[in-house]
C-alpha cells in the first residue's frame, strides 16, 4: 500500500529555515511528478511548489527565492527547504506524488502533512 510520509516540520523564528521531507513507499514503479502544498488555518490549501521526474520545478509566487524544491528518485523521496520564513507561512504542508505502481495502477497519492509554525 502506498504511503506517503512528511516530516521536518516544527516551531522557527522568523527568519529562520526548515527543510521538509516527504518519503513514498509501498509497491512503488515510480513516480511522476510531485508538489507540496499548504493550507493555513481558515484558508484554502494553496499549491507551494512542484518537481517533475526530470527535475523541472515550478514555484508559487510566495515561495518565489525562498523556498526549493528538490528528489531522490532513487529513494521516493521530494523535499521542500524553506529559507527566510515568515508568519505567514504558517501552514499544514503537504506532498503528494503521481505514483505508478507495480501492478499497474496510477493516481495521486497524498501524505497527512507536517505541521510548521513560524513565530518569536
Known amino acids: 500500500q502506498v504511503q506517503l510520509v512528511e516530516s521536518g516540520g516544527g516551531l522557527v523564528q522568523p527568519g529562520g529555515s526548515l527543510r521538509l521531507s516527504c518519503a513514498a513507499s509501498?509497491?512503488?514503479?515510480?513516480?511522476?511528478?510531485m508538489a507540496w502544498y499548504r493550507q493555513a488555518p481558515g484558508k484554502q490549501r494553496e499549491l507551494v511548489a512542484t518537481?517533475?521526474?526530470?527535475?523541472?520545478?515550478n514555484y508559487a509566487d510566495s515561495a518565489k527565492d525562498r523556498f526549493t524544491v528538490s528528489r531522490d528518485n532513487s529513494k521516493h523521496t521530494v523535499y521542500l527547504q524553506m529559507y527566510s520564513l515568515k508568519p505567514e507561512d504558517t501552514a499544514v504542508y503537504s506532498c503528494?506524488?503521481?505514483?505508478?505502481?507495480?501492478?499497474?495502477?496510477?493516481?495521486?497519492?497524498w501524505g497527512q502533512g507536517t505541521q510548521v509554525t513560524v513565530s518569536s
Open positions: 509501498g509497491g512503488i514503479s515510480s513516480i511522476k511528478d
Open positions: 518537481i517533475s521526474v526530470e527535475g523541472n520545478t
Open positions: 503528494n506524488g503521481d505514483v505508478r505502481t507495480w501492478n499497474g495502477v496510477r493516481r495521486v497519492y
